[in-house]
């Protein structure tokens, strides 16, 4: 054999060598930092706890005695029952809109694709606070989690149905369907805000400007399974996404069933961001930024990309409710408002990218 056709064989498998040891020190680092900032973010705020000391309360919960304990009473009350909760939250939320954003772009084939941008954020929170000021409880604890969801899915069906055009999903009209959406959600914001007493009205604010604050083991308890159920699936759909992303029809080629995928997709998308918003409010941005800072690292193989993406969302958001908690002295700011202010520009950033990448739009 030819010493050259042997080095050209070996080629490929030591750039696919490198490429997987690059991914698997991405998510062992992303694994890294997100434990470090969680441990930080659940010792800041008005009582002081180091790092150690959070990490031997947790330790010492779980019946290892190991490290040292807060002084004060108050601050185990105030880790238990206050700050684990919100972190916890924290990194569900983010994990839930990290990999719900990596899912559009899968099945959009468009790397616009967000649940906030397009508007599924927004119709989850109207349907989320439509059960609130309507008080109906069919689904006791799980009403406004269903409710969420209900209107995070009949908004993707929309935006899925008015962005397609001959096969393929194109940019301009992605982008003015998020815009029509989030405009109409903001008036069905708007108009229940109207219809409802005082505490219906701070509700609905609540869910505009998004925020942590109310997060409690029950939220967490809710939220979780949802999120863990739709990061689940897009895993297992990872590798025909991967497919999808050659095109219609060279997938159908090699026996991906592309229409139930992107049902699939989308029932997923719906439920994750459902978990996300169910609690929080709107939290723009983070599905749109978080996969593509992962995707110029670790490429566009959805394998790795879906679980980057979750830890990602979670970093960010962890982080952002610390600065938002944090940053002003006894004030918190809305988390959703600092997102947006960072992830707005981005997006500029973003959109002007792939437009001189496509020669114009479309």
């Keep these: 054999m030819p010493v050259s056709s042997a080095v050209s064989r070996r080629e490929p498998a030591i750039r696919s060598t490198s490429h997987g040891r690059r991914s698997a020190y991405l998510i062992v680092g992303l694994i890294f930092v997100l434990v470090v900032i969680c441990l930080v973010a659940a010792g800041r705020g008005q009582v002081p706890i180091s790092p150690a000391e959070v990490a031997g309360s947790l330790l010492h919960r779980i019946g290892i005695d190991l490290g040292p304990l807060p002084s004060a009473v108050q601050g185990e009350n105030a880790l238990w029952l206050v700050r684990f909760p919100r972190v916890v939250l924290a990194v569900v939320v983010g994990a839930a809109l990290g990999c719900a954003g990596a899912l559009m772009q899968g099945v959009f084939g468009n790397p616009l694709a967000e649940p906030g941008v397009v508007g599924v954020s927004a119709g989850a929170a109207v349907g989320a606070a439509a059960a609130i000021v309507s008080g109906v409880t069919f689904l006791g604890a799980w009403t406004t989690a269903g409710a969420a969801f209900a209107g995070g899915m009949i908004t993707t069906l929309i935006v899925y149905a008015m962005s397609r055009a001959d096969g393929r999903t194109e940019v301009v009209t992605l982008v003015l369907t998020g815009v029509a959406v989030n405009a109409t959600a903001g008036a069905l914001l708007g108009l229940l805000m109207f219809l409802t007493d005082d505490d219906g009205v701070r509700a609905i604010a609540f869910w505009q400007l998004g925020s942590l604050a109310q997060a409690t083991w029950g939220a967490v308890s809710i939220a979780l399974p949802g999120a863990l159920t739709g990061i689940g699936v897009a895993l297992l ?33 719906a439920l994750l961001t459902a978990s996300a918003v169910a609690f929080t409010g709107i939290i723009s941005f983070v599905g749109l930024v978080v996969p593509h800072l992962i995707r110029m690292v670790a490429g566009p193989g959805h394998r790795v990309l879906i679980p980057a993406s979750a830890l990602g969302g979670a970093v960010v958001v962890v982080t952002g409710d610390l600065i938002a908690r944090t940053a002003v002295d006894y004030q918190e700011l809305p988390l959703g408002v600092l997102t947006a202010v960072v992830g707005g520009p981005a997006f500029f950033w973003l959109l002007r990218r792939t437009r001189a990448r496509a020669g114009g739009w479309g």
Excluded: F, N, Q
Excluded at 238 to 266: C, F, N, W
């Design 237 to 269: 759909h990872a590798r025909k996404l991967d497919l999808l992303a050659l095109g219609e029809r060279p997938a159908r080629h090699l026996g991906v069933d592309t229409e139930r995928l992107r049902i699939i997709a989308i029932v997923a998308t």
